[in-house]
Each structure stands twice: as structure tokens, then as C-alpha cells.
């Protein structure tokens, strides 16, 4: 059974094969990814390796602190993603101090609290 391990402290330029190539040398990698910004497609600076046993998962937790791409590497046993509580709606909801309204910020853009 494959084992999944997260990988933290990546380099900005650090790709899925890089990351696959870097974790090869523990054993055989059954996927590697690394995790990007949905906006931007920039590397949040990490990613998930998984491994094709418990024994290679071992040796690659073992090349934590390691160098890859100029960073010294995070390796640890990935742990289940937890639910997330979806709850929270869409994209309406709550003035943040912006332009309208409710003026948090004390600036007369919106709701004019600084008479003068």
C-alpha cells in the first residue's frame, strides 16, 4: 500500500517531476504534486509525495533537512485532510472597511464619521 508524505520548505521553482526526481532515490515514487495558488499557478511551497511502501516512505522521512533546489526540505507522513466547514457562503457577505458603508478605517472614503 502507498504511503503519502507532505513535503514542506519547497523552492518557488521546484515542479512535480522535480520533486518525483529528488524523491526517486528512496524508492519508487507513485505520484508526486506540488500544491499551487488557484489564482496565481505560483508553488504554495509544498507538496505531497507518495511512496510504494511503508519501507521507501521511511527512507525518503529520512531526507528531511536535505537540499533540493536550494531549500532545505520538510519531510513528514501526510496526515488525513480534515472536512472543512463549507458553511461560510459565497462571495457575499460582511463590509471588510473597503469603499462603502460601515467605514472601519477611519478614512472618508465611506460612511463619513470624520465630519469637519
Same mark, same amino acid.
Given at each position: 500500500m502507498a504511503t503519502k508524505l507532505f513535503v514542506g520548505s519547497l523552492a518557488w521553482a521546484t515542479t512535480d517531476e522535480s520533486l518525483k526526481q529528488f524523491f526517486s532515490q528512496a524508492g519508487t !515514487?507513485?505520484?508526486? $504534486? !506540488?500544491?499551487?495558488? $488557484?489564482?496565481t499557478g505560483r508553488s504554495k511551497g509544498f507538496g505531497f509525495v507518495e511512496m510504494s511502501s511503508e519501507e521507501e516512505a521511511?527512507?525518503?522521512?529520512a531526507l528531511a533537512g536535505q537540499d533540493l533546489e536550494g531549500r532545505a526540505i520538510v519531510v513528514n507522513e501526510a496526515r488525513p485532510m480534515e472536512p472543512r466547514?463549507?458553511?461560510r457562503g459565497g462571495f457575499g457577505g460582511g463590509n471588510r472597511g473597503g469603499?462603502?458603508?460601515?467605514?472601519?478605517?477611519g478614512n472618508d472614503f465611506g460612511g463619513n464619521r470624520n465630519s469637519y
Open positions: !515514487v507513485v505520484s508526486a $504534486r !506540488v500544491i499551487t495558488d $488557484r489564482a521511511q527512507k525518503a522521512i466547514d463549507n458553511s469603499f462603502s458603508g460601515g467605514n472601519r478605517g
